[in-house]
């Protein structure tokens, strides 16, 4: 019972997909359920420490692994920004894509190093 106590409360509302959604969107979404569901039975700062590990280890690694940790990093970042794409303003998608093309140029940079 102690365990069930720490873990964070899921979000209000009565579902975590887009309503209305259809084809690929839906299909996204229902699969991303078990691991969005897992991701946040996690304590709140381990997805932030895995994230900024990945950063820096695609910076410190030269060469195509490198390339490939912050390819995984650009990865997860569009699955995310994807997901989050119809609750967001024009601001929140402009920020999205930029860190996305930001991490995907760092990615290139560091695999052609």
């Given at each position: 019972?102690?365990?069930?106590?720490?873990?964070?409360?899921?979000?209000?509302?009565?579902?975590?997909?887009?309503?209305?959604?259809?084809?690929?969107?839906?299909l996204v979404e229902r699969r991303s359920s078990a691991p969005l569901?897992?991701?946040?039975?996690?304590?709140?700062?381990?997805?932030?420490?895995?994230?900024?590990?990945?950063?820096?280890?695609?910076?410190?690694?030269?060469?195509?692994?490198?390339?490939?940790?912050?390819?995984?990093?650009?990865?997860?970042?569009?699955?995310?920004?994807?997901?989050?794409?119809?609750?967001l303003g024009v601001p929140g998608r402009l920020l999205r894509v930029?860190?996305?093309?930001?991490?995907?140029?760092?990615?290139?940079?560091?695999?052609?190093?």
């Amino acid at each position: 019972m102690a365990a069930k106590q720490r873990q964070r409360p899921l979000p209000s509302g009565e579902t975590f997909f887009t309503p209305g959604a259809t084809g690929f969107r839906r299909l996204v979404e229902r699969r991303s359920s078990a691991p969005l569901l897992f991701l946040h039975q996690l304590p709140g700062w381990i997805v932030p420490l895995a994230f900024v590990a990945v950063l820096v280890a695609g910076f410190a690694v030269k060469g195509w692994v490198g390339a490939a940790f912050l390819a995984a990093l650009g990865a997860f970042l569009g699955w995310f920004s994807y997901l989050s794409w119809p609750s967001l303003g024009v601001p929140g998608r402009l920020l999205r894509v930029c860190a996305i093309a930001a991490v995907i140029a760092l990615a290139v940079a560091q695999g052609v190093r």
